[in-house]
């Protein structure tokens, strides 16, 4: 063993510039932060989307359209969907909601809307939130009824 070759521990050394400990260290005055500006300030940061003062791209970009606050989403099915529950055997006679949401067809938030694409065979009772014309006649021309909530 040398002088030469003498080294510290493992571990023992820190590798990262200390910054803002006097001049000494070669870290001190602006502490690498360069002068004046809003870098060089404690408590800086910097907001989403800032272009160093250019007007940023959000506030750039026109906005249009409208959207209605009220909207109600309606979850649509069709008359052929119904006709494949009942030859799969996830409904019979009677369609409701709470059938609808336990047969996987539809989420336990969601509104329904029967739509009428299809067709349909088989005669049945369904008491769902919205048809359309099409759907109500094919659903009452089998002798089926129709209820809206």
Not at 44 to 53: A, H, L, V
Not at 78 to 83: I, R, S
Not at 107 to 133: P, W, Y
């Amino acid at each position: 063993m040398n002088l030469n070759s003498l080294k510290p521990a493992e571990g023992s050394v820190k590798s990262r510039k200390r910054i803002g400990r006097g001049q000494g260290s070669g870290y001190g005055g602006t502490s690498t932060r360069g002068h004046k500006g809003a870098k060089s300030r404690s408590g800086y940061s910097r907001k989403i989307g800032f272009e160093g003062g250019q007007m940023p791209l959000q506030r750039r970009v026109p906005k249009f359209g409208f959207k209605n606050i009220n909207r109600k989403e309606y979850q649509g099915i069709n008359l052929d969907t119904l006709q494949t529950l009942v030859d799969n055997k996830k409904i019979t006679d009677t369609v409701t909601v709470d059938i609808l949401i336990n047969a996987g067809v539809i989420g336990k938030n969601d509104m329904v809307k029967i739509l009428g694409r299809g067709e349909l065979k088989s005669k049945l009772n369904i008491t769902v939130h919205k048809f359309t014309a099409t759907a109500k006649e094919a659903i009452e021309a089998l002798g089926g009824a129709v209820t809206t909530l």
